[in-house]
């Protein structure tokens, strides 16, 4: 299967800066996504990376905040924005439809963001 | 919003007993997947079913997916201390590619 590597793996902010969170994937994808689980939950789906468009966000979600970037097939970048408490979470990316898989529609996962905001 | 809601919240069991989690999602899908996510690490993949599929295995998991009730379940067999972990199941909302997490289910195997 493909394998998913984000940047930082952990960091620790301060309230009002932004963090970019990086995303490499070792093979080229169709589709990316960057999910955010906050403590003790599920995961919730931010957005849809698209290769050379802006970014489809859940409800929500809105670029300003959220700034994503996907310049190709296999490279995303997640920025928080203006961070506050509240942001405190893990963010996953994540990818489906690596043509050199067997299930299409699997979906694999780095190994996630773990921010805290202070 | 979530797609899907799981069952039980937590589980607890004896090391060698079987865990049993259900999933129950609201829409019609294409796929459902599971995962699992030890504490504080990243999502594993266990396996993908499709909505055409009633049964899948895969070494000690079981799962079944029963379209017409919109419930899936996952069977683990024989469970040991390292299945400890949260599962969670995965629907993709009948075809658009991203998935849509379930609240999950925290489970303990005790040795």
């Known amino acids: 299967s493909a394998v998913i590597s984000q940047k930082p793996s952990r960091d620790i902010c301060q309230r009002g800066t932004s963090l970019t969170i990086q995303c490499q994937v070792d093979s080229q994808v169709t589709m990316m996504f960057w999910y955010r689980q906050q403590p003790g939950q599920s995961l919730t789906l931010i957005a849809t990376a698209n290769q050379g468009s802006e970014a489809t966000y859940e409800s929500g979600f809105v670029i300003d905040k959220f700034p994503i970037s996907r310049p190709n097939l296999t490279f995303s970048t997640l920025t928080v924005s203006n961070m506050s408490p509240e942001d405190s979470s893990i963010y996953l990316c994540?990818?489906?439809?690596?043509?050199?898989?067997?299930?299409?529609?699997?979906?694999?996962f780095g190994p996630g963001t773990r921010l805290t905001v202070l | 919003s979530q797609q899907g809601e799981e069952d039980p919240q937590a589980l607890s069991i004896q090391e060698g007993e079987n865990a049993t989690m259900n999933c129950s999602y609201k829409?019609?899908?294409?796929?459902l997947q599971w995962y699992r996510q030890n504490s504080g690490r990243g999502l594993v993949h266990l396996i993908l079913i499709r909505s055409n599929e009633r049964e899948k295995h895969s070494g000690r998991l079981r799962v079944t997916l029963d379209t017409s009730k919109k419930s899936s379940s996952l069977l683990i067999t024989a469970s040991r201390a390292a299945d400890t972990a949260s599962y969670f199941c995965a629907t993709d909302g009948g075809g658009t590619y991203k998935y849509i997490f379930g609240t999950g289910t925290r489970l303990k195997v005790l040795a």
């Open positions: 829409t019609s899908i294409n796929n």
């Open positions: 994540s990818g489906s439809g690596t043509t050199s898989r067997h299930n299409y529609n699997e979906q694999f």
